[in-house]
């Protein structure tokens, strides 16, 4: 008798079986014919090899899943170095911007105008508006500088209440046709001492050397400082605030721009840059006095690296006079030295003393900035007789727009109840610009802007 067809049962290749599971042979209850047709379509036993790939499967996995979770870690560690500087910009440019508003700071959100409402509109729109504003401003000044030299009798017998609070309202508010009579702005006061700063090389303040041309002090007894600083007024008893703008020379544009600041600010220029002698030469042609940074082994060397030319803790003396002698040798026309890094070769008072004693001979001043809560070098400068002083504030514009516009009115605070300051000021781009602006106002609120060796020997002096 024909028996009824029957599907055949599948085995898996790596499925255990056993005698009497039903599946590799007879089991109580069924024939041998069904067992030798379920035979004829089960797969071949395991071999060795399928044993083996078994076994590692699941090492392959978990490689596997380690190897691509590496890849992608690596992918995004790559991505942000790569665009470390981007990132930074942006992040940057995306912090609320702070303005002052008379004695007020006002924070507003990127894209938000004046009123508080989110600025929108075409590019070229906006473009046109702020020439427009400018030209309203240019317009409004010059009417208000003829104004001043043919005052009218109305004006000047005018309340000077009424004068302030119209001198406060914004330029959108006052009428163009009444801008001179609602407004009058002071004419820009010349810089008197612009082209009074002395020639340089002076040849009796230098001697050459194997490395180049160094300071020293003439047999008449001048000094470099004393010849090449910017001279100001002595008689001047206003609250005094200094400006230091350091470590200039790497960037050209950064240089350019510290440049057009007002000439009592004094420009610091690293010794590394490679047209150091030009940017010194075109910065005392603006009327600046100039320095020069030294480079020393910060706290957290080699992660910070000062150059190859630093002074460090663990040389002997000579090497660092030597070191120091290079960065000497870079230029001439400079007043003095401002430290560069410098926490732990300030901090090393056995280090310190060899390099002042060096200096003593050079007619130079110095500027510790502060890189070091415990430096050493204004007791050991002031020891051996170097003019010394440390920076009172820093400024340093990473930290953003608000950070710098609290260090600038801190330091209006400090030379009022100190007689003096002394801001040191990292070359960011906001930073210049920001103190373009607030130096602007300075002789207007009270304060005069002078060169830093004048306030460094003043304190040297006391």
Avoid: C
């Avoid at 400024?395 to 040191?424: W, Y």
């Amino acid at each position: 008798m024909k028996q009824p067809f029957k599907a055949p049962k599948l085995s898996l290749p790596f499925s255990k079986r056993s005698a009497g599971d039903g599946l590799n042979g007879p089991s109580e209850g069924v024939d041998e014919d069904q067992d030798e047709d379920k035979d004829a379509f089960a797969f071949a036993p395991r071999t060795g090899e399928s044993d083996a790939l078994k076994r590692r499967l699941p090492w392959i996995a978990v490689i596997g899943g380690y190897a691509a979770t590496a890849a992608a870690l690596g992918g995004v560690a790559a991505y942000l170095i790569l665009s470390a500087d981007q990132i930074e910009q942006e992040m940057i440019e995306a912090r609320p911007k702070a303005e002052v508003a008379g004695d007020r700071i006002v924070v507003r959100r990127v894209g938000e105008t004046a009123g508080g409402e989110t600025a929108r509109g075409d590019t070229a729109d906006a473009e046109s508006q702020v020439e427009a504003a400018l030209e309203a401003a240019a317009e409004a000044a010059k009417e208000a500088v003829s104004a001043v030299s043919d005052p009218d009798p109305a004006i000047s017998s005018a309340d000077p209440v009424q004068l302030d609070a119209a001198a406060d309202r914004p330029l959108a508010d006052v009428p163009a046709t009444d801008a001179a009579s609602d407004i009058i702005d002071d004419p820009p006061i010349p810089d008197l001492f612009a082209d009074t700063l002395a020639p340089h090389p002076d040849p009796g303040l230098i001697v050459e050397s194997e490395v180049g041309p160094l300071p020293v002090i003439g047999e008449d007894g001048r000094r470099a400082w004393q010849v090449y600083s910017r001279p100001s007024n002595p008689l001047e008893t206003r609250p005094k605030i200094a400006v230091v703008v350091t470590d200039l020379g790497v960037n050209a544009r950064r240089v350019e721009a510290a440049i057009a600041l007002p000439g009592p600010i004094t420009l610091a220029f690293a010794p590394y840059a490679r047209k150091v002698g030009d940017w010194i030469e075109q910065a005392r042609a603006d009327g600046h006095e100039v320095m020069l940074t030294l480079p020393l082994e910060p706290a957290d060397f080699p992660r910070s690296d000062p150059g190859p030319f630093a002074l460090m803790s663990g040389f002997d003396a000579d090497q660092n006079v030597r070191r120091l002698h290079w960065v000497l040798s870079r230029a001439t026309g400079y007043v003095g030295l401002v430290s560069y890094q410098g926490g732990a070769f300030a901090a090393n008072a056995q280090a310190v003393r060899p390099v002042f004693n060096d200096l003593k001979t050079r007619g130079l001043i110095y500027l510790d900035g502060r890189q070091a809560s415990a430096s050493t070098t204004p007791r050991i400068a002031r020891s051996v007789g170097v003019p010394v002083s440390q920076a009172d504030i820093v400024v340093d514009g990473s930290f953003g727009r608000a950070h710098v516009l609290q260090r600038l009115k801190l330091a209006e605070s400090l030379a009022s109840a100190n007689g003096s300051v002394i801001v040191l000021a990292k070359p960011f781009p906001m930073t210049l610009e920001r103190l373009r602006i607030w130096s602007e106002d300075l002789d207007a609120n009270g304060y005069a802007l002078i060169p830093a060796s004048a306030v460094i020997s003043e304190r040297f002096a006391s």
